[in-house]
């Protein structure tokens, strides 16, 4: 329990930092506030199936509300950033690192067919931005910043930025700078 509340609280973090919220402003998060059903459903799923039954009801309701799809099944670090209000689909067989930040409409999809068949692992301090598709089992690295409607179903090295569709790689050091805010270290 106290590795969910560290994440529940990394998560947290990424929106305020250090500072001090209240319920108030806590509850208009909506990123956040879907997170933390997520996170929830996520560590009861094998360890009490009726409290899973419960976070699985309420995620459904706010995956309705919202319009984010990530299932509880898929493997994310600690600090995750839900920019905006909007569609967002992340596949049950995903993994995302650390300090990774989704905007709307981003989907990050299997491929069903083909020698990337299967499901993205993307690293951490990763910014992915409106209307961006990463799909196929494909790795994406640390501190990359896939640009806004870019079409990424190819791996990507760190230190990148990816731009256009079909997507282009620039090298770039420290690729997110600036676009990752309060980020979790430890």
């Excluded at 998560?11 to 933390?36: A, E, M």
Aim: charged share 20%; net charge positive.
């Amino acid at each position: 329990m106290k590795e969910l509340k560290k994440l529940i609280k990394s998560d947290l973090y990424r929106y305020y930092g250090g500072k001090k919220i209240d319920f108030i402003k806590k509850s208009q998060l909506f990123g956040y506030r879907y997170t933390k059903v997520l996170r929830y459903a996520h560590y009861c799923k094998t360890r009490n199936k009726l409290l899973y039954l419960f976070y699985s009801f309420r995620l459904n309701n706010l995956q309705t509300k919202y319009g984010y799809q990530i299932s509880s099944s898929a493997t994310i670090g600690k600090g995750l950033y839900i920019g905006h209000f909007g569609p967002l689909i992340v596949n049950p067989a995903a993994v995302l690192g650390d300090n990774v930040n989704l905007a709307a409409n981003v989907v990050i999809g299997q491929q069903n067919r083909g020698k990337k068949k299967g499901a993205p692992t993307i690293g951490s301090r990763v910014w992915i931005g409106t209307g961006a598709v990463v799909v196929g089992k494909i790795t994406i690295g640390d501190d990359v910043m896939i640009a806004p409607n870019a079409y990424v179903n190819f791996d990507v090295p760190s230190n990148s930025i990816v731009v256009g569709n079909p997507g282009v790689i620039h090298s770039r050091e420290n690729a997110t700078e600036g676009y990752i805010q309060n980020m979790v270290l430890d």
